[in-house]
């Protein structure tokens, strides 16, 4: 068992792209539709190495490395992070799974169906299943390895936006979250040939879509920017925002998830949206998550412990040029100049 335990974290980074290679490769749903660019990358085997695996791979190392400086400011152990990202994929997919079989009980004959087994894979996945799951997760691996929630929450949050980034251009691969024509006309590209590289126009024409053959919005195209754009926000707050405390990153992540789904939701067909009593269920969510982000900023800050994000950093900062740093009440003092201190009021004496 030694051993093993001992290989695995050897080889944990590989163990955990090949678990979300196996997993995204169940997840692709080819259509029968002619694609300006191929979804598919190589086939090896007789098994097709797919971009949507790549995107989704792409974005979990990328927030990887991130979170992996991250712990260093908030002094999370490496294990720990490892731990819980390997889990937390397996808790993410089966959340997203869930989410979306419950509001499409009637594509759905047999548990076979839902586990992807004999049916094509896990074609079907909904993200604010994945996030709602991946939160709760959270709340019990921090109890279980006695890690601070909120700072937990720190280093998950930069990384629920990389990887919706990079997932978005395995939906662009797949020909999913297209929006309606741009101005009614199906036929108007003029506007995209303008503005947007020659690959991503040339895959927004879509064979057979729901308005006939033609020029689609890029929809993932503005949820991946507006996410993009919502990052740099977060990590602009975290540094220059001093009283930006542990856990604030949550709240804003919930606030801005919820306005950018419910603005780009507007832009889709009744087809692709989940929908209950002809009800979007992703728009309903989305005001649930504003909400629960704004009562969260406030919950917090009146029931929880207040820890500045800047102190943690500016103790990081003092622990690479090798000084010992005393946190006092907001504020960061260098050991050094302390017994400094101390030594000329004793002579003082």
């Not at 009614?184 to 308005?211: C, H, R, S, V």
């Not at 990153?249 to 949206?273: D, K, N, P, Q």
């Not at 009146?302 to 504020?331: H, Q, T, W």
């Amino acid at each position: 068992m030694k051993k093993i335990w001992e290989f695995v974290k050897k080889y944990r980074l590989w163990l955990i792209i090949g678990l979300v290679f196996i997993l995204t490769y169940t997840v692709l749903n080819l259509k029968s539709v002619d694609y300006t660019v191929s979804p598919v990358i190589f086939t090896i085997f007789g098994f097709d190495v797919v971009y949507y695996s790549l995107c989704i791979v792409l974005g979990i190392v990328l927030a990887l490395l991130f979170a992996l400086r991250e712990i260093k400011i908030l002094k999370i152990k490496e294990d720990d992070l490892y731990t819980g990202l390997f889990f937390g994929i397996i808790v993410g997919v089966i959340g997203a799974r869930l989410w979306y079989v419950l509001f499409n009980l009637k594509e759905f004959d047999s548990l076979a169906e839902v586990i992807g087994i004999g049916t094509g894979g896990l074609a079907g996945l909904a993200i604010q299943g994945a996030i709602i799951v991946v939160l709760i997760y959270a709340v019990f691996f921090c109890r279980w390895k006695k890690i601070n929630l909120n700072k937990c929450l720190d280093m998950l949050i930069p990384g629920l936006f990389i990887g919706q980034i990079c997932g978005r251009w395995g939906n662009f691969f797949n020909h999913e979250l297209y929006g309606r024509p741009f101005l009614g006309d199906i036929n108007n590209g003029q506007f995209y040939f303008k503005i947007l590289p020659k690959f991503i126009t040339d895959n927004m024409y879509i064979k057979n879509g729901y308005e006939g053959t033609g020029y689609y919005q890029p929809m993932f195209l503005y949820e991946l920017l507006l996410n993009l754009v919502g990052l740099i926000i977060l990590l602009t707050l975290r540094k220059k925002w001093k009283k930006f405390e542990h856990g604030d990153g949550l709240a804003f992540y919930l606030v801005w998830y919820g306005l950018v789904r419910c603005l780009t939701e507007s832009f889709r067909y009744s087809e692709e949206r989940l929908e209950i009593l002809n009800i979007p269920v992703s728009i309903v969510m989305s005001v649930i998550f504003i909400i629960l982000g704004v009562g969260y900023f406030f919950f917090k800050r009146k029931y929880m412990a207040r820890l500045l994000y800047c102190d943690s950093f500016a103790e990081y900062e003092l622990y690479k040029k090798g000084i010992e740093p005393v946190v006092g009440d907001n504020e960061v003092i260098e050991s050094n100049n302390t017994d400094n201190s101390t030594n000329k009021s004793s002579e003082d004496e």
